[in-house]
Structures are given as structure tokens and as C-alpha cells.
């Protein structure tokens, strides 16, 4: 397990996450986290081509899967489908133990009749942007076997990752996936609109995000009013266009601030921010304590990890 969790990792073209697998050179990933590594308890919305399955060990978890909230509760999971935006947060600060696995569809890419016939109809199934795994039923099944294929991860060496188990387990859930969800409903086509103007915007921010940004400019990459861009936000991601652009050069400062000595006044406004001071006070608010102590802090926690 990594010391602490990279906050935001490389984006792609679309602003879709880049996922840094267990093994680059395979594309699952699989670890037991807490959320308390994550300031103020929370991860921040983003969304990726890979299915991610989340299965709770102690504690609580609000998801947000398209500003839908849904809690999750010891031995009850979620699986996220394909490219929707999602986050996990504790909306009372309180502590949550888990197991993440992110499976690429890549891995079951046999030939193209199979890929177009069997796998796609599920994970592009934009009526199921998530399926609630409560511990019961076939439900129970995808959880067993995501708990065995978390330990298969565990015993492995990271040069050596448990290839096969991995294939044939992803195949065996997406076999139940494709047994109990019809691929028959859609979307309708506004909200499917409405979500691809989102990632727009949301795209926009990531490209510009060491630029001055306003909520025009916010509003035209989703060629939207910003009224309109306004309401988007808080539909889908529950925050504004603003906070939601403040929150991800935090969060994106944050790999800066404890992976390198540069100053602060340096890590501001390579992020954004338009002076230190204002950086310091926007991190205060946010995560409770300053840049430098929060660094300290996290410092002294990795320092005492084996």
C-alpha cells in the first residue's frame, strides 16, 4: 500500500482519470484504502473508461455516481460503470475502511464479436451507471469475488500480478453482470446531453486550471449559459463551478506539497492561485490547517510507515 494516495493522477485528453495500476504494465488495480487519507474525507469527482468496484469493510461511504447519492454499509459494495462520474466521500468526517478494484475492459478484449456482443452492452449500458451490491443474492457473488480477487493481489509480488485469476474473475462478474442487467434502456437523451456538457466543462477546468478561469469561460467549453452551467454542477456534482475548480487545484497542489520542497508561494501559483496568501487561506478553509503543517503532518505519518 502507497504511503498516501496520489489525489489526482494524470488525465487524459477527455479529463477522464488515468488509472496508475498495481502494475503498469497491466491494467487492474486493486487496495485497500481508509478515507481518512483523503482531505476532509472526501475524493474528488472524476470518472474513467475502467469499471470500479468498491466494497466496504468498517465504517460508512456516500457515493455520488452522477450527483445520484447512494450510502454504502459494511459488506455492501458498488460497482461504477464505464466513464461515469463518481466520487466517495463521509459526509460526517468519519473514518471508512475499503477495498477499490479497477478493472480495464481491455482485459477481456478477446476478439471483436465478443467485445461488441457481450462486454459492451453492459459497461455502455447508460441506464446502469452503477449497480448497488448489497450482500445478498447474485449481489453476494460479485462481492466474494472481489474480496478473493483483492487477496490474490495481496499475495502477489507487483512485478508479477495474478494475471489469469484476474481475467477469469473479471469474466465471471461480468457474466452475473450480464445475466441480471438489460442493456435494452437508455438513458434519455437529455440527461445523456446534460452529462457530456458536464465532462466538457469539467475538461475545460483541468486543461486551464493554471489559467484565470470565470464562469463564462466555464459556461462556453459546455456551450451552455451560466445559469445553466451553474445548475449542471450542482445537479450532477452537488458544488458550483467555482467550488468545484477550487477543490481540484487543492487537490492537484497536494502531490507537489508532499512529494517536493518547492516553496509555497511556488506550489500556488503553479496551480492557479494567484499569490500565497490567498492559496494558504483557501487550503485553511478547506482542509482545516495550513500547507506547511499539513505537509509536516503527513510527512511524520509516512515516516513511521514500515
Not at 485497500?32 to 474528488?44: E, G, H, M, R, W
Not at 480495464?104 to 462486454?119: A, M, R
Amino acid at each position: 500500500m502507497q504511503k498516501h494516495p496520489k489525489y489526482c493522477s494524470a488525465f487524459n485528453p477527455d479529463a477522464s482519470e488515468t488509472i496508475a495500476y498495481n502494475n503498469p504494465l497491466f491494467p487492474a488495480y486493486a487496495q485497500y484504502a481508509v478515507l481518512s487519507t483523503y482531505p476532509n474525507y472526501s475524493a474528488i469527482s472524476h470518472w474513467h473508461r475502467d469499471l470500479e468496484f468498491i466494497l466496504v469493510k468498517q465504517g460508512n461511504m456516500t457515493f455520488n455516481v452522477n450527483g445520484e447519492l447512494i450510502t454504502l454499509s459494511p459488506r455492501t459494495g458498488i460497482l461504477i460503470n464505464s466513464r461515469q462520474l463518481h466520487y466517495g466521500y463521509s459526509p460526517d468526517l468519519t473514518e471508512c475502511e475499503f477495498i477499490c478494484i479497477i478493472l480495464s475492459p481491455e482485459l477481456l478484449q478477446v476478439n471483436d464479436w465478443f467485445y461488441q456482443n457481450y462486454v459492451q452492452p453492459v459497461i455502455e449500458n447508460c441506464a446502469c451507471p452503477y449497480v448497488y451490491l448489497a450482500h445478498e443474492n447474485w449481489h453476494r457473488a460479485i462481492l466474494e469475488h472481489l474480496e478473493c480477487l483483492y487477496h490474490s493481489f495481496e499475495s502477489a509480488p507487483v512485478d508479477n500480478p495474478p494475471c489469469f485469476h484476474v481475467i477469469t474473475t473479471f469474466l465471471s462478474i461480468m457474466n452475473i453482470l450480464s445475466d441480471h442487467l438489460s442493456a435494452q434502456d437508455r438513458l434519455p437523451e437529455k440527461e445523456s446531453s446534460e452529462l457530456a456538457a458536464l465532462r466538457n466543462m469539467m475538461t475545460y477546468v483541468e486543461e486551464h486550471m493554471r489559467e484565470r478561469i470565470t464562469l463564462d469561460h466555464i459556461a462556453r467549453a459546455g456551450s451552455c449559459c451560466k445559469s445553466r452551467c451553474s445548475l449542471l454542477f450542482k445537479k450532477y456534482l452537488r458544488e458550483s463551478p467555482i467550488t468545484y475548480m477550487t477543490k481540484l487545484r487543492l487537490r492537484k497542489s497536494l502531490n507537489a506539497l508532499l512529494d517536493s520542497d518547492a516553496s509555497i508561494t511556488d506550489i500556488a501559483y503553479a496551480h492557479g492561485f494567484c499569490g500565497a496568501s490567498y492559496y494558504c487561506e483557501t487550503f485553511q478553509k478547506y482542509y482545516g490547517t495550513s500547507p506547511l503543517r499539513y505537509r509536516n503532518i503527513q510527512r511524520e505519518v509516512n515516516d513511521s510507515i514500515p
